[in-house]
């Protein structure tokens, strides 16, 4: 019989097509998503994942020295390189010897920022070594730590769910079950079993697609660490490994399942129809991640929204610290479940699953053919919808057009503020925020950009209201005068043009979270990146790619899809060159480096140590740090 | 026409769990509005205090001062909030002032009396009043503004750039004039534009409403009955899209008017007809109506927003078989809807364009008006607000042609298939 209700689940009522298309949707949204991250990860991950190879795991004696070790170096690597540079200057050391020890240093330096994050992990881990592992979180983190309302799953389980004893009512099904032999309650039960199989295995399919998407994307690797080592679970009670971690949420989850189904079916018999049902159980279920989302009331509700996330029940204590007027205050963002806690809860949702399962029965058992009975429908619908009213009340650019011929040159060094065209000088002033344009014939200065509503006119102490921007660099081209935008109090920032024609603006790059929606209050995000990266320095750009310097990072953006690939770490402040698609640049040894773009490889020349460079015509010129800083050439073509 | 409307009303919405759940989401409604006014936000940098026992003094003291300074702004109410403000910093100014309970104060402490006054009535005051003679004020920044435009609309015709000419001619046009001569707390008005969990009940409450709408008469075969009579086919189909309006319009105004009812109970909201720029995180809003008129503007655009969420469910019951893949896609389609709302403000093109094409962004009228959003279409400029507008109308009117399609046409094959079959 439980085959045969599966059959007409699946088969008849096109179920099988429904998960289908909710599981593809679901993976669909995985990939869309992503993965919890770090802005100076993202930047580095081969650094990163190196440091990880090395270090992660349980902490040892041998380890601890090698890390600490290793910051020694990256603490001091800059003055290291100092030292054997003034060595080499001098003639005390040879240069193969020069490069041989320098290049130690060099990587620490490159990679210091991926390393200062490792280190952090490690001061986390050496608190509780037993229980506190270096890993790499990324991962993990974004398959525990996220709370947000699996709103498929749901959709899915209502779509599969709701018609399991609707339909039998709306097509007349019912009178026909009812008067069968075993009509009256074996169908009842081996419908629910059948439901409640069903469910979970819908809960273990979605689950599934999680843990290999998320393995795909970057990896679960280490999964028999401790929970304590992801420091979102710093406070948590549950010391159990990662992977068994996963699967105590997985059957939270199944469980969340089957009682959501427990109340589709009885509120299916009660009420005999689609509408009704859809309605009440997707209200009792999306309702409380809207009222309670994101905080510790929503596990502890007698409904199913909290056991269908699950990840809570795990979470320790959620603090969030602010600096107001009166000092440092923290308030508490979430409050750990003790196990003693959600033992008891476990039996009430088990009690209340029987029960449900029990009243399912009882009512469609008990069924009654008084068509007329216009009262009696009234009474029971009234009940019905009563008791969950009660329940409720318990609860709460654009492109330019660039010109074809793509090469041209660009001097980082000087013009990154001030760029002399046929007519016009454009020059950006960083501390009034604004550029100048100064029209060589008419001698007039036009300010730019031309915004009525600039952020100077008025401020405001409300920090909600904060909208002020920061100008960082300008790039002329081609009659068009770009320029680089910062939003005050978010991450990312925008690329401007004008055209020096009509004055016209238009957006290049957008790189702002610029969606604001929370769902009325469902989704509440509370991780943020906490790395803040150095403002960017300088910006240039042609038809394909825009490359920026932030810090010692040099990253190119593919302007057709908005992926950012970080060519350099190891670049010195405004030190670059651009020509004709290949990128000079100081890095921080102090020797001159090429990116090339058409085969996108970057190659040290080694013979040209220099501290400031320029292009004329084709040409670099450099002061040549291995002969007295007298200025060198060396020639772009060769 | 008029009875038919009434006998669609009584038989889609008339309906007991309709208006059991209708009275149960008006209910919830005040609780949650209740609960945040009781416990404010859980943020550190909140403007609300909760209503506490902990808090009954400084509201108490609030009240007091607010009665005192509130109405229109004379130069011995802005003398009268300088001075306190000026002696309070006096005293905190050099750290060594007592941490104990004092007597004699608003608050019960010295620091609370210095956050009191000065985030809750200099600050305020200051933004709005031409008496505070040391810092700009709105009217002297919005004159400036209208200087930048007044200058950029000179110098974009030099240049030809009819596009950025047009959008200054249009703040010259909506920003000139404005003055604010009344002090009252924008804050709480603030609040109720953006108080939008009552838009979720609505849409609950369409789902419950229209989803079953054609789908009940196929399973009753009423539909190739009704298809089969003289007004079956465009009159029946027009009365259940109008007979949809009226039932959206009537949520949305019940809804509104609870939400203002209950806000002016708990919060007062005092100055009804005070400027909408008078409050602070409006102050770059084009539109120069009233508070209250505003609140009657996003209504109206709430109406038609989900007017326009409505029809597409009924859309979509006229698909299918079933109410459960309506119901299923609607609630996808909400999800979708309003993700794409949030690109409201986006400076992209494709992202605007997408946003536009969503009725959810009618839902926000604060984001659409509390800065000037404009888009650019063939060199002139609009207003996001207008172009959504326009959008969505055009949007319905073609689901409505959709729908007249499918009812009729569709129908109109089966009772053909039928005939045919009979006679062979």
């Not at chain 2, 941490?99 to 609370?112: A, H, L, N």
Request: hydrophobic content about 45%; some cysteine; charged content about 20%.
């Amino acid at each position: 019989m439980i085959v045969f209700e599966w059959k007409k689940v699946l088969i008849k009522q096109k179920g099988l097509l429904c998960i289908g298309i909710m599981f593809l949707l679901k993976i669909a949204l995985l990939f869309y998503q992503g993965y919890d991250s770090n802005s100076i990860i993202n930047s580095n991950e081969e650094g990163y994942k190196y440091y990880i190879n090395l270090y992660q795991g349980k902490l040892t004696e041998e380890k601890e020295k090698s890390i600490k070790a290793e910051y020694d170096s990256v603490t001091n690597a800059q003055a290291y390189l100092e030292d054997l540079s003034h060595k080499k200057r001098n003639g005390e050391i040879g240069f193969k010897e020069y490069e041989e020890k320098s290049k130690k240093y060099y990587e620490c330096l490159k990679n210091a920022d991926v390393f200062n994050l490792v280190y952090n992990q490690y001061y986390y881990a050496k608190e509780a070594p037993d229980v506190r592992y270096i890993i790499d979180w990324r991962g993990w983190q974004t398959l525990l730590s996220h709370d947000a309302p699996d709103v498929l799953l749901i959709v899915c389980l209502l779509i599969v769910m709701v018609p399991l004893f609707c339909n039998e009512y709306e097509s007349g099904m019912y009178s026909l079950l009812v008067s069968s032999v075993r009509g009256k309650y074996k169908v009842a039960i081996v419908k629910l079993l059948s439901a409640f199989v069903l469910s979970a295995g819908i809960v273990i399919l979605f689950s599934v697609a999680e843990y290999i998407c998320v393995d795909f994307m970057v990896g679960l690797d280490n999964s028999t660490f401790p929970l304590q080592s992801l420091k979102f679970f710093e406070y948590s009670d549950w010391y159990v490994s990662l992977r068994q971690a996963f699967v105590i949420i997985v059957l939270f989850r199944i469980v969340g399942a089957v009682l959501f189904t427990a109340f589709i079916s009885v509120v299916s018999v009660i009420s005999k129809k689609t509408i009704v049902a859809l309605f009440t159980c997707s209200t009792l279920v999306f309702l409380p991640y809207i009222v309670y989302g994101g905080t510790t009331t929503l596990y502890y509700l007698p409904l199913p929204s909290g056991l269908l996330v699950g990840a809570g029940y795990l979470w320790g204590d959620n603090y969030l610290s602010a600096i107001t007027e009166e000092g440092v205050d923290r308030i508490i963002l979430f409050q750990k479940i003790s196990k003693n806690m959600i033992t008891l809860l476990m039996l009430m949702f088990v009690i209340e699953i029987v029960f449900l399962f029990l009243t399912c029965i009882v009512k469609y058992s008990r069924h009654t053919f008084r068509l007329n009975n216009f009262g009696n429908k009234i009474r029971k619908f009234s009940c019905a919808l009563c008791v969950l009213t009660i329940l409720l009340l318990i609860l709460t650019g654009c492109r330019t057009e660039m010109s074809e011929k793509d090469n041209f040159t660009f001097n980082a060094s000087e013009e990154w503020r001030c760029v002399k065209t046929d007519e016009y000088v454009i020059s950006l002033d960083p501390e009034k925020n604004i550029i100048t344009a100064e029209n060589l014939d008419k001698g007039e200065q036009i300010v730019l950009p031309k915004d009525p509503f600039r952020q100077d006119i008025y401020e405001t102490e409300d920090r909600s209201l904060k909208r002020g921007y920061r100008i960082r660099s300008i790039f002329v081209r081609d009659g068009w005068c770009y320029y680089l935008k910062e939003i005050l109090q978010t991450d990312g920032f925008q690329i401007y043009g004008i055209d020096l024609k009509d004055f016209k603006e238009e957006l290049i790059y957008n790189g702002i979270q610029e969606n604001d929606k929370n769902f009325f209050g469902a989704f509440f995000d509370r991780r943020q990146d906490q790395t803040s990266l150095p403002s960017v320095d300088y910006f240039f750009l042609n038809a394909n790619y825009i490359y920026y310097l932030q810090g010692k990072r040099l990253v190119r953006i593919d302007r057709n899809t908005n992926s950012e690939t970080v060519l350099a770490l190891d670049v010195k402040e405004r030190s670059a060159v651009y020509h004709n698609g290949d990128i000079y640049y100081i890095d921080t040894l102090n020797r001159l480096s090429v990116y090339k773009e058409e085969d996108e490889t970057v190659n040290k020349i080694d013979s040209v140590y220099t501290d400031q460079i320029s292009i004329e015509g084709k040409r670099i010129r450099y002061t040549d740090l291995l002969n007295d800083k007298n200025i060198g050439y060396y020639d772009i073509e060769t | 026409m008029i009875r038919i409307v009434y006998f669609e009303i009584r038989k889609n919405y008339l309906r007991s769990y309709v208006v059991i759940a209708l009275l149960s989401f008006l209910l919830i409604n005040i609780l949650i509005i209740y609960k945040d006014y009781l416990y404010g936000p859980n943020d550190l940098y909140g403007y609300f205090l909760p209503h506490t026992a902990e808090y009954q003094k400084w509201w108490q003291s609030y009240q007091e001062m607010y009665d005192k300074v509130s109405g229109k702004l004379t130069a011995d109410k802005a003398r009268f909030v300088v001075s306190e403000y000026r002696r309070l910093d006096a005293m905190v100014a050099d750290g060594t002032y007592s941490r104990e309970k004092q007597e004699g104060t608003y608050t019960g402490y010295i620091w609370g009396d210095y956050v009191f006054i000065t985030k809750y009535f200099y600050r305020p005051m200051k933004y709005v009043s031409t008496y505070m003679k040391y810092v700009s004020t709105y009217e002297s920044a919005i004159k400036q503004v209208i200087e930048n435009a007044k200058d950029n609309i000179e110098f974009y015709s030099q240049c030809g750039n009819n596009f950025d000419k047009s959008k200054n001619e249009f703040i010259v046009k909506h920003y000139s004039g404005r003055k604010i001569d009344v002090f009252h707390n924008g804050k709480f008005w603030k609040l109720l534009f953006e108080y939008d969990f009552s838009d979720l009940l609505i849409v609950l409450l369409l789902l419950l409403g229209v989803a079953p709408m054609f789908v009940n008469e196929k399973n009753t075969n009423m539909d190739k009955l009704i298809l089969s009579s003289i007004k079956g086919k465009f009159s029946m189909t027009f009365v259940k899209v109008f007979s949809i309006f009226l039932y959206t319009a009537f949520l949305v105004i019940v809804f509104s008017g609870i939400n203002f009812l209950v806000c002016k109970f708990l919060y007062g909201l005092s100055g009804i007809q005070m400027p909408i720029y008078a409050v602070e995180a409006y102050q770059y809003t084009p539109l120069n109506c009233s508070v209250g008129m505003f609140y009657v503007l996003q209504t109206l655009l709430k109406v038609v927003g989900l007017f326009v969420f409505a029809t597409w469910i009924c859309l979509l019951s006229a698909l299918f078989q079933r109410v459960v893949y309506p119901y299923a896609i609607s609630t996808l389609s909400v999800v979708l809807g309003i993700y794409a709302s949030g690109y409201v403000a986006s400076v992209e093109t494709s992202k605007t364009i997408w946003a536009l094409m969503s009725p959810f962004t009618l839902l926000r009228a604060n984001k659409l008006f509390n800065e000037l959003l404009g888009i650019n279409i063939r060199d002139t400029f609009y207003l996001r607000a207008h172009v959504a507008l326009i959008v969505q109308i055009f949007i319905v009117l073609m689901i409505f042609i959709l729908i007249y399609m499918i009812v009729s046409i569709r129908d109109l094959r089966v009772i053909k298939k039928l005939i045919t079959r009979e006679s062979s």
